[in-house]
């Protein structure tokens, strides 16, 4: 098995929404703001090389909405995801499987694309397997007021109507893993309704892609989590017991959104669980 971090864009969010009631004067010490009180992040996806699967596990935003839509989130810096899977040594067409931790457009959104002539939309691997679950692909296909905004359809039916899409099997009761494609997958509910955490274990180290269970460094302190969760309270009690795991364990945790910390490590302190060492994939794997 090899990996291949993949860095599919950079955008701005709202501070105030990624920290939810932590005020501004916390959370700006780890994640500081612009004048429109918006902080960077990152859409860093994981390339899974292993055996005749390339997997991919998430997708960024991607670049098929319109420029309004994008204005919203103010992209910046020069990653994308097609050239950043090329960087890897990959085209796209080799991709075997497309594994969506959820399906918010930041994290599905580049799984679909136009066709040439802006006609239809498309599935972007035309060879892969695309796989959720079949409670959060009904909850995103039914989406509720407050999650509406970022469950599209122009996300989801490309790839549904293209006969891709597959489902993982019934996630099991409690607070545990549960082996799917080649990983080990845990369902949390707090943000979205069986968001999908995977755990790799490389070279002998256990790797979690932490998604929005744990979006960036910043949020480790266990009240801090997003606005935008839809049960906040649910989100405080699943990060909790994944955070002592993580450092019962020897977790290393790959960030998603954070653009400037790749993977970290954790320990126990006098204040809580509090980051212990930050690593570049680079440093940690070659």
């Known amino acids: 098995m090899t990996l291949h971090p993949i860095e599919a864009g950079n955008f701005k969010l709202d501070g105030g929404a990624m920290f939810g009631v932590v005020p501004k004067s916390l959370w700006q010490k780890t994640n500081p703001s612009d004048k429109n009180n918006m902080i960077d992040m990152a859409s860093r996806c994981l390339l899974i090389e292993d055996g005749k699967r390339l997997m991919l596990i998430d997708t960024g935003m991607g670049t098929k909405q319109t420029e309004k839509f994008f204005s919203y989130y103010y992209r910046w810096g020069e990653h994308e995801l097609v050239s950043s899977i090329n960087k890897a040594g990959f085209s796209c ?33 035309k060879n892969a397997k695309y796989w959720s679950n079949k409670n959060h692909w009904s909850w995103a296909e039914n989406p509720n007021p407050r999650e509406k905004a970022s469950f599209l359809k122009e996300n989801l039916s490309p790839i549904k109507e293209s006969g891709a899409l597959e489902f993982v099997s019934q996630h099991p009761a409690g ?17 979205t309704e069986k968001q999908m955490i995977p755990k790799i274990i490389y070279q002998n180290k256990p790797l979690v892609f932490a998604a929005d269970l744990l979006p960036t460094a910043g949020h480790v302190p ?51 669980i509090r980051i212990d060492k930050k690593f570049t994939f680079n440093e940690l794997f070659n």
């Not at 457009?105 to 002539?117: E, S």
């Open 175 to 191: 607070f545990e893993y549960k082996k799917e494609i080649n990983m080990d997958i845990l369902f949390v509910d707090g943000h």
């Open 93 to 125: 067409e080799e991709i075997t499987d497309v594994v969506f931790t959820h399906l918010h457009f930041d994290h599905c959104g580049g799984g679909a694309v136009w066709d040439n002539n802006k006609s239809f939309y498309r599935p972007l691997f």
């Open 222 to 272: 266990v009240p801090y989590v997003m606005g935008y969760d839809v049960r906040p309270l649910v989100s405080m009690s699943e990060k909790e017991l994944f955070l002592k795991e993580a450092v019962d364990n020897g977790y290393y945790l790959y960030l998603e959104h954070d653009p400037h910390n790749q993977i970290i490590t954790l320990k126990n302190t006098e204040r809580g």
